[in-house]
């Protein structure tokens, strides 16, 4: 059974720091497309960031850009979410995904997605 599982949510106050693990079990992803994404209550699931298999691509939501830094290790078949200079609004549900299928590409949209965790909640206090 192929799982993601989301860790290091939490509680912050404004201008703290968290990292997001997004650990996957059942199959391995070292090819294959992946991304954070989140979700505040009463709006829809947007791109945070997302990341080519190899790295070496990436691509962020405006709203995070210079403040949050997306990596992998496909060795451990792990993704991360540094995100630093948190502000109240980057309060949300914070879910990793993985696309089924092998490629370079930079995937960007939630339907290009295959594979979802249960999400972690993070809450930036003011």
């Known amino acids: 059974q192929v799982q993601l599982v989301e860790s290091g949510g939490g509680l912050v106050q404004a201008g703290g720091s968290l990292r997001l693990s997004c650990a996957a079990s059942?199959?391995?992803?070292?090819?294959?497309?992946m991304g954070w994404f989140r979700q505040a209550p009463g709006k829809e699931r947007e791109l945070v960031a997302a990341?080519?298999?190899?790295?070496?691509?990436?691509r962020y939501s405006d709203s995070v850009k210079g403040r949050f830094t997306i990596s992998r290790d496909n060795a451990k078949n792990t993704m991360y979410l540094q995100m630093n200079s948190l502000k109240p609004e980057d309060t949300a549900v914070y879910y990793c995904?993985?696309?089924?299928?092998?490629?370079?590409?930079?995937?960007?949209?939630?339907?290009?997605?295959?594979?979802w965790g249960q999400g972690t909640q993070v809450t930036v206090s003011s």
């Open positions: 995904a993985a696309d089924s299928e092998p490629s370079f590409l930079v995937k960007y949209w939630v339907s290009e997605y295959d594979y």
């Open positions: 059942g199959r391995t992803f070292s090819r294959n497309p």
């Open positions: 990341i080519s298999w190899s790295g070496s691509a990436t």
